[in-house]
Antibody
Framework: QLQLQESGPGLVKPSETLSLTCTVS??????????WGWIRQPPGKGLEWIGI???????YYNPSLKSRVTISVDTSKNQFSLKLNSVTAADTAVYYC???????????????WGQGTMVTVSS | QSALTQPPSASGSPGQSVTISCTGT?????????VSWYQQHPGKAPKLMIY???KRPSGVPDRFSGSKSGNTASLTVSGLQAEDEADYYC???????????FGTGTKVTVL
């Protein structure tokens, strides 16, 4: 059974870089079918899509975050990662990693999610 | 890219039906058959309930159904049960530039 697990610091200082890793277990991140994504949710607010990556390193980012975001993949470790630079308090959120459910270009559904990790931006 | 518009809240008694709307534009909801719905209980990760407007993943009860008309998609929960009380979010493919957008979310209360 495929599982995803986020890991990384729970506290980041303003202006620094937020770094998170998602470890995929029970399946291969190099599957030709799936993209892997990051989604976040500020406390008490809705979901915001951050970006997705394919094992070949093809990426798509939310235009509103694109200038600050980098998503990468490490197939040898079955992991993908998120870096968000120049963070502010507005970046405080629960960060989820998830699997996009099919290889269709238009696919927007994520069918398997990690449990989420809370990241607070504060000095 | 603006979030898709959902009503903040909806409610129904056990056994009744509740329908949640998700309004976008011709550049997202109205332009594609890629609308999905998620259920989220407090402190939990979202769970995919509907994809491609009306398809249910394995294990999702057939009490949950989706539809779309023009720029508005809808999720209907029939035969409401206590465990259906949760937040619900829609999502749509939003074209080459924006790619994906979520709705504002709706809190469903079972009275």
């Amino acid at each position: 059974q495929l599982q995803l697990q986020e890991s990384g610091p729970g506290l980041v200082k303003p202006s620094e870089t937020l770094s998170l890793t998602c470890t995929v277990s029970g399946g291969s991140i190099s599957s030709s079918t799936y993209y892997w994504g990051w989604i976040r949710q500020p406390p008490g607010k809705g979901l915001e899509w951050i970006g997705i990556i394919y094992y070949t390193e093809t990426t798509y980012y939310n235009p509103s975050l694109k200038s600050r975001v980098t998503i990468s993949v490490d197939t040898s470790k079955n992991q993908f990662s998120l870096k968000l630079n120049s963070v502010t308090a507005a970046d405080t959120a629960v960060y989820y990693c998830a699997r996009r459910r099919s290889g269709s270009y238009y696919e927007n559904a994520f069918d398997i999610w990690g449990q989420g990790t809370m990241v607070t931006v504060s000095s | 890219q603006s979030a898709l518009t959902q009503p903040p809240s909806a409610s129904g008694s056990p056994g009744q039906s509740v329908t949640i709307s998700c309004t976008g534009t011709s550049s997202d909801v109205g332009g594609y058959t890629y609308v999905s719905w998620y259920q989220q209980h407090p402190g939990k990760a979202p769970k995919l309930m509907i994809y491609e407007v009306s398809k249910r993943p394995s294990g999702v009860p057939d009490r949950f159904s989706g539809s779309k008309s023009g720029n508005t998609a809808s999720l209907t929960v029939s035969g409401l049960q206590a465990e259906d009380e949760a937040d619900y979010y829609c999502s749509s493919y939003a074209g080459n530039n924006n790619f994906l957008v979520f709705g504002t979310g709706t809190k469903v209360t079972v009275l």
